[in-house]
């Protein structure tokens, strides 16, 4: 096999590796816009920022009740050593925005 197949195949299956990356991101983007609005704007409310949610530092509580739309845990801080609260959506959280 010469270098110049071997650069075709490789370019071919990076394309269809892309084109299949564009369709998985415009299907969750009409899952996402199909979806309840009102439950998009709760769960939005409950983070804090974008960077809480991706690190798992959403609130279990809120008005001092334990919220049922965020699985809570714990876990070790490395800075302190010590125990403390973490939270990500819950499943059903997420199932309320993206189903109709």
């Not at 309840?36 to 009740?65: C, I, K, M, Q």
């Amino acid at each position: 096999m010469t270098q110049l197949a071997a650069s075709e195949i490789f370019r071919a299956s990076v394309g269809s590796c892309l084109i299949f990356l564009s369709l998985c991101v415009l299907w969750v983007g009409i899952k996402i816009l199909r979806g309840r609005r009102n439950e998009y704007e709760r769960n939005r409310s409950r983070a804090s920022s974008a960077w809480a949610v991706f690190t798992g530092a959403l609130n279990p509580r809120r008005d001092g009740r334990r919220d049922d739309k965020v699985a809570a845990g714990l876990a070790i801080s490395t800075t302190t050593n010590e125990w403390v609260e973490q939270g990500r959506y819950s499943d059903e959280a997420l199932h309320d925005v993206v189903t109709r």
